[in-house]
């Protein structure tokens, strides 16, 4: 079986899934290909959507990732979720079951899998009645936040509208939830319990490489881990400053490997060796360093 798979989204550019995906279907000895489909959201994107999942019911793709800005507007298109997705409110992964097209999260095992990695910790501080703070209150977020609680963290979602982490919090229901605005003030009294921060804001992300969602007058809790979710550009500005103030730092890389092997599981039923995933990246990491510094 030849598998036909691909990520729908907007705009899509310089998405690494393509490379994941070809990397390990190969190192597994499947033949498949992996498309992008580029649909804007409104009424231009409404036809071409339809085409799609039309051909996902006949067989003709196998599987789909999504991302912005359809995480939650594919739900319709859908004839079930999973209870995890059913939790967060978002789709990132599309498989077909007897003709019946189910939506699930892979965002928030991969965000947990790849914390544990990076801050092995993640499991004793969650029973240890650990506090996480979450910058952020969108679609990410919200997989992350599900994670966290789930393990057993206390979390605190800050958002610049604190509405969105309200009903963030009002949402997901599940868990010890507190919603915040993400300001000094409000901040401040939580830092000596933090022993998580995560970034799951867009803030920082290529091109607004400048920007940090931090407080620029609010002092780091060096005791904490951050993991950001970023992983364009591969250490963010807040990276770096909480770096700098001492705290252990990690990008969003290894979950952006994990959700794509979690949802090559989904569609081939198969172990996906996460090594030929990382080598892909290394590999375009290394070719776009050649071509910047030959002037490309
Ligand atoms: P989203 O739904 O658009 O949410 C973005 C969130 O960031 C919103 O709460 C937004 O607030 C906030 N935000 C943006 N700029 C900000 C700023 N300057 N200061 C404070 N808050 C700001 O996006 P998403 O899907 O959740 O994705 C968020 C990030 O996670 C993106 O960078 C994405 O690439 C990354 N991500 C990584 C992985 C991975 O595998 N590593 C997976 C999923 C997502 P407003 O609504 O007020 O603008």
């Known amino acids: 079986m030849k598998y036909s798979l691909g990520l729908l989204g907007y705009p899509l550019l310089g998405s690494l899934s393509p490379h994941l995906h070809s990397a390990a279907l190969k190192c597994m000895g499947l033949e498949g290909e ?168 867009s803030a920082g992300m290529i091109p607004n490489v400048n920007v940090s969602p931090w407080p620029e007058d609010l002092p780091f809790p060096t005791q904490a881990f951050l993991y950001d979710l970023i992983y364009k550009p591969r250490r963010t500005i807040l990276m770096h400053r909480a770096g700098a103030a001492g705290l252990q730092v990690a990008n969003g890389l290894g979950m952006l490997v994990e959700q794509a092997a979690l949802a090559l599981e989904c569609w081939t039923g198969q172990a996906v060796p996460r090594q030929a995933m990382w080598d892909a990246i290394a590999e375009r990491d290394r070719s776009s360093a050649e071509k910047t510094t030959r002037g490309f």
Not at 115 to 126: D, G, N
Not at 187 to 196: E, F, G, N
């Open 34 to 201: 992996y498309h992008l489909y580029p649909i804007p959201e409104g009424e231009q994107g409404e036809q071409p959507m339809r085409e799609l999942f039309n051909r996902l019911r006949n067989g003709r793709i196998q599987g789909l990732n999504v991302t912005l800005p359809h995480k939650q507007r594919v739900i319709p298109f859908l004839d079930d979720l999973t209870p995890a997705a059913q939790a967060i409110g978002a789709v990132n992964t599309i498989l077909v079951q007897e003709g019946k097209l189910i939506g699930e999260n892979t965002d928030a095992p991969g965000f947990w899998a790849d914390l544990k990695r990076v801050f092995p910790h993640a499991e004793s501080e969650a029973g240890a009645g650990g506090i996480a703070l979450v910058l952020g209150a969108g679609g990410a977020a919200r997989a992350v936040v599900h994670a966290l609680t789930c393990a057993g963290w206390k979390v605190l979602v800050a958002a610049r509208r604190q509405e969105q982490a309200q009903a963030l919090v009002k949402d997901l229901r599940f868990g010890d939830l507190q919603a915040l605005n993400l300001s000094p003030q409000s901040l401040q009294p939580h830092l000596p319990s933090l022993r998580l921060i995560v970034n799951a804001t």
